[in-house]
């Protein structure tokens, strides 16, 4: 008459334990910021998206998605702000993790500060890395011209 009220038990406390651990989670928590990272970047709310974003950074995502997304969405937010140098930061972080991603990400900011020569160095190189941005990297070449 037991085995009913200890099976009972154990199965709440396993569906208390996983609730737990799935909250607590260290990489769900940085999804969640990801999320709201993203939310307040396509809100403008550029110092608040950069708070995120920073936090993220500084819990150490071990997943290079995690991290590659944070840093992207930080060189937008600094760049709109004007905060060029820590936009070239991340750039740089990126290519350590992704390459032609951060060739390209340097490349445009490179575009934006008015570095048509190393705009086009980073674009090139990211091209020669994902032909896949072929295209989209040889229309903005060609506005340079």
């Known amino acids: 008459w037991l085995k009913r009220p200890v099976f009972i038990?154990?199965?709440i406390l396993v569906l208390i334990l996983s609730l737990t651990y799935g909250f607590n989670n260290t990489q769900n928590t940085m999804l969640i910021k990801l999320e709201k990272l993203e939310q307040l970047s396509?809100?403008?709310?550029?110092?608040?998206?950069?708070?995120?974003g920073v936090e993220i950074l500084a819990a150490n995502?071990?997943?290079?998605?995690?991290?590659?997304?944070?840093?992207?969405?930080?060189?937008v937010v600094q760049s709109a702000q004007g905060e060029y140098n820590k936009a070239f930061e991340h750039a740089n972080e990126m290519i350590e993790t992704d390459a032609s991603?951060?060739?390209?990400?340097?490349?445009?900011?490179?575009?934006?500060?008015?570095?048509?020569n190393e705009a086009?160095?980073?674009?090139?190189e990211a091209k020669r890395l994902n032909p896949n941005l072929t295209e989209t990297i040889d229309r903005l070449l060609k506005n340079l011209q």
Do not use: C
Request: zero cysteines; hydrophobic letters at 35%; charged letters at 30%.
């Open 9 to 11: 038990i154990v199965t």
């Open 42 to 52: 396509q809100q403008e709310s550029w110092a608040e998206a950069e708070k995120v």
């Open 61 to 75: 995502p071990k997943d290079d998605h995690i991290k590659l997304r944070t840093l992207w969405a930080l060189v």
């Open 101 to 116: 991603k951060g060739h390209y990400i340097r490349g445009l900011l490179n575009l934006d500060t008015g570095n048509p």
């Open 120 to 124: 086009k160095k980073d674009l090139e």
